[in-house]
């Protein structure tokens, strides 16, 4: 079974700070994907990550797929209230089994 | 979040009826997907499907749960009998190919009481 870890489960930081979170696994994966779920939604798609070492910017946000293809991380800059929400990282293993594999997020919190 | 559709977006049902869950995917998708997600538990994949064709149901109970995506209309994810367990989340994904990038409807909150 695959399994997806994400780090901080929690994260509570003010305005204007910088964080990282991360999403770690035993696994390879052939692409992974992050998104952003507020309450009561669905999650949003904010990047796909294909290539081993690849890094991806989306305005403040900057994503980062392992050489190995079995870790990412989500690095945010200037974080603003507006960043608040629940922060998922999926995988997929490109393979047989068809669904992606989820981990059970990162809750943020950006204080004014 | 745009484009797949899901409804109803909130659904009571007491124990031992039925709950019906729909899904339209986005335009020129042929791929859809189910997750549940419980709180404080990640999304958990339960079936794929295609155009008429179940893909992959490895996620699915194998009771009182079905999934169909007919030709024509939107993809049903159905509960026989629900139990309090099923209270959740239900979220459709789809995608324009297997192993594409997937995106969700704003999800079905099932409430049994």
């Known amino acids: 079974t695959q399994l997806l870890e994400q780090s901080p489960q929690f994260l509570s930081i003010q305005e204007g700070e910088n964080l990282t979170v991360y999403c770690n696994s035993s696994?390879?994966?052939?692409?992974l994907q992050w998104y952003r779920q507020e309450p009561g939604e669905g999650p949003v798609l904010l990047v796909t990550?294909?290539?081993?070492?690849e890094v991806k910017k989306l305005k403040r946000l900057t994503f980062q797929f392992g050489d190995a293809r079995k870790d990412s991380s989500l690095h945010i800059t200037a974080a603003q209230p507006g960043d608040t929400g629940l922060y998922l990282c999926a995988g997929d293993s490109g393979g047989g089994a068809d669904g992606l594999t989820f981990g059970k997020g990162t809750h943020l919190i950006i204080q004014p | 979040n745009a484009g797949v559709m899901q409804n109803p977006r909130h659904l009571v049902r007491r124990r031992g009826q039925e709950a019906r869950l729909r899904c339209s995917p986005m335009?020129?998708?042929?791929?859809v997907y189910w997750y549940r997600q419980l709180p404080e538990e990640g999304l958990k994949f339960m079936v794929y499907l295609q155009k008429e064709n179940i893909i992959d149901e490895s996620g699915m109970p194998k009771e009182r749960f079905s999934a169909e995506f007919p030709k024509e209309g939107p993809s049903i994810l159905r509960i026989q009998q629900v139990v309090r367990g099923d209270s959740a989340a239900y979220f459709c994904?789809?995608?324009?190919?297997?192993?594409?990038?997937?995106?969700f409807g704003q999800g079905t909150r099932l409430t049994v009481v």
């Open positions: 696994s390879v994966f052939s692409s």
């Open positions: 335009k020129g998708h042929s791929h």
């Open positions: 994904a789809s995608s324009r190919q297997q192993h594409t990038e997937a995106f």
């Open positions: 990550v294909v290539t081993g070492g």
